[in-house]
């Protein structure tokens, strides 16, 4: 194994990347990023649960060995004051494949500074980098940065942002039939307007760029524009929609829905459904029909053992998850289209306490609780850990561990069921009774009729 100078490798073996699928070991060693805010307070409820579905499923013929790696406010404290993703995380999510993290600070605007502890934005100080944050105290205050999850989707190359949206029963929620939405979404993660290349008002270099969209290409915009640029690749698309069909095609899905905004954006979005489509005959010819194709040669009933495959306009998508979300499965979509749809699709389901997600690319991925750092709440035990939980649930169905998944699953319905649940549910649920974070993560351990792989010592 390779040498670290932060990383420390604990006993156990390396998941190997062999002719395209994962082979997993016994005693896989796993990368964690404990996460910023009430990163670390998720994580240790997160990882209860994790370790004792293991148990619980393998009898200790399978286990994981947790590798600490570091970025947000752990790469500063490690490292130096200004490195955010370390060198060397990258490197240890190479080599060992599969890792998952809790929520990252990402800084909003346009300050010089932010506080990794409570996320709050500063500029200098007499003309000079602040030594702590203002609003805290913390001595964290590092120079603005792009965000760390994008950064990691992007040098790692994770292409699929891969976000299953779907109801627990008992969980509160704003619609009278939950139960109708059950969608993944594949979300492309390099491209679009997160590959961050946009220039700053007043800057040379907008100036150069608006000096060539207005002159040299006759484009008409304000000078005081802050200008972006939104690349949408053939290649990017059809990777992306090509992990799409093969999802939907292994676990027999009923359709796969290319989404975008090709109705004014062209010869971005608009390329997207026409690659999209492009993949889907020539490498599914067999395995897929087309929604033309559906009503032109088949009377509108889709052939058996066949993938529908249509497009929807990214507006029109919106109202139709919330008025007819079960005519929708598997959604690929561009990478700003997928972020809003997914998260206004958990919202319909109980929010994003409770939402997955995943970001895979050939042979590596990170699995990621989807919400926010919430610094406000950092350390009180509180925010609900159950997209952490099942964000790991994706991760041991990644690594072929189904039984140990569905356990937790089954066990986490089982507590929301019982109204034993965090402050964010509790508030939404006569009856509830309120539990911390970690309490909540033992009730899930308790209700899979075993003790928590942390607490065994304890209890013998």
């Keep these: ?123 200098d100080v007499g003309g000079k980098r602040p030594d702590k944050c203002a609003a805290c105290g913390s001595e964290w205050v590092t120079p603005r940065f792009r965000s760390v999850n994008v950064g990691l989707r992007q040098k790692l190359d994770l292409y699929a942002c891969v976000r299953p949206v779907r109801w627990f029963k008992g969980v509160p929620c704003p619609v009278k039939a939950p139960e109708k939405l059950d969608i993944v979404i594949f979300r492309e993660n390099t491209e679009d307007v997160y590959a961050g290349i946009e220039f700053e008002k007043g800057t040379p270099e907008q100036k150069k760029v608006y000096e060539f969209l207005t002159k040299k290409m006759g484009k008409k915009l304000r000078p005081d524009s802050g200008i972006g640029i939104k690349p949408i690749s ?55 029909v087309t929604e033309a194709e559906l009503w032109d040669q088949h009377g509108g009933k889709v052939p058996p053992g066949r993938v529908l495959v249509k497009d929807r306009i990214a507006d029109q998508t919106f ?38 997600g995943a970001n895979i690319g050939d042979g590596a991925a990170v699995f990621e609780a989807t919400h926010g750092t919430a610094p406000k709440y950092a350390g009180q035990d509180k925010v609900n850990p159950g997209s952490l939980i099942l964000s790991g649930v994706m991760m041991l169905e990644h690594l072929g561990w189904q039984e140990a998944a569905d356990i937790i699953v089954r066990a986490l319905e089982g507590t929301i069921q019982n109204k034993t649940v965090t402050y964010d549910f509790e508030r939404q649920m006569a009856g509830a009774k309120i539990l911390k974070a970690s309490e909540f993560g033992a009730e899930i351990v308790k ?11 304890a209890a013998v």
């Design 1 to 123: 194994m390779s040498n670290y100078k932060k990383i420390k490798v604990p006993a156990g073996s390396k998941i190997e990347y062999k002719n395209g699928k994962l082979a997993v070991p016994d005693d896989p060693v796993i990368p964690f990023m404990e996460g910023d805010g009430t990163g670390p307070d998720i994580w240790r409820a997160a990882k209860n649960v994790l370790e004792s579905a293991v148990e619980k499923a393998y009898g200790g013929r399978k286990r994981i060995s947790w590798m600490e790696i570091f970025c947000g406010l752990s790469a500063l404290k490690n490292y130096d004051k200004d490195t955010v993703l370390p060198q060397e995380t990258l490197d240890a999510i190479t080599e060992f494949r599969v890792a998952i993290k809790g929520p990252m600070t990402t800084p909003v605007g346009t300050f010089k500074y932010v506080c990794l502890a409570c996320s709050k934005e500063q500029n």
């Design 234 to 288: 053939e290649t990017g698309t059809k990777r992306l929609v090509r992990m799409a069909l093969q999802y939907a095609v292994a676990l027999k899905k009923p359709s796969v829905t290319i989404v975008h905004k090709g109705n004014i954006q062209k010869f971005t979005e608009g390329a997207f459904r026409d690659w999209g489509y492009e993949v889907a005959r020539a490498e599914f010819r067999d395995k897929i």
């Design 319 to 356: 109202q139709q998850i919330l008025l007819r979300p079960d005519e929708y499965s598997v959604m690929a979509t561009p990478n700003l289209n997928g972020d809003y749809l997914s998260d206004a699709a958990a919202a319909q389901v109980g929010g994003l306490g409770i939402a997955p």
């Design 447 to 457: 209700n899979m009729g075993g003790v928590a792989a942390g607490q065994k010592a």
